[in-house]
């Protein structure tokens, strides 16, 4: 069975880094993106950055130049390096696969809590 791992999280000051993991097991078919979102109490759960397995990032215009995606497609693995990191960053982060092409299908990790403060 298909299922997400995430580790990484964690409690850190502001400017301070921390680099998320998210490790996939089972069959994942390609094409697919991998990729991070996040999320706060009452809020809707947010795109971070995503990896495509084709080739190319997106990111949140409030992550970039802070926060690097990369992934390792034969390991089926994605990191989300975050740099600088802000108070309003503090949420909890969710890896996400999705399959795009002609198979179609949906991944989330269990959530990884991190905590920046002032």
């Known amino acids: 069975q298909e299922r997400l791992t995430e580790s990484g999280g964690g409690s850190v000051r502001a400017g301070e880094s921390l680099r998320l993991s998210c490790a996939a097991s089972g069959v994942i078919v390609k094409p697919y993106t991998m990729g991070w979102y996040r999320q706060t109490p009452g809020e809707q759960r947010e795109l971070v950055a995503t990896i495509y397995s084709v080739g190319g990032e997106t990111y949140a215009e409030t992550v970039k130049g802070r926060f690097t995606i990369s992934g390792d497609s034969a390991e089926k693995t994605v990191y989300l390096q975050m740099n600088n990191l802000q108070p309003e960053d503090t949420a909890v982060y969710y890896c996400?696969?999705?399959?795009?092409?002609?198979?179609?299908?949906?991944?989330w990790g269990q959530g990884t809590q991190v905590t920046v403060s002032a």
């Open positions: 996400n696969v999705k399959g795009i092409g002609l198979i179609t299908y949906e991944l």
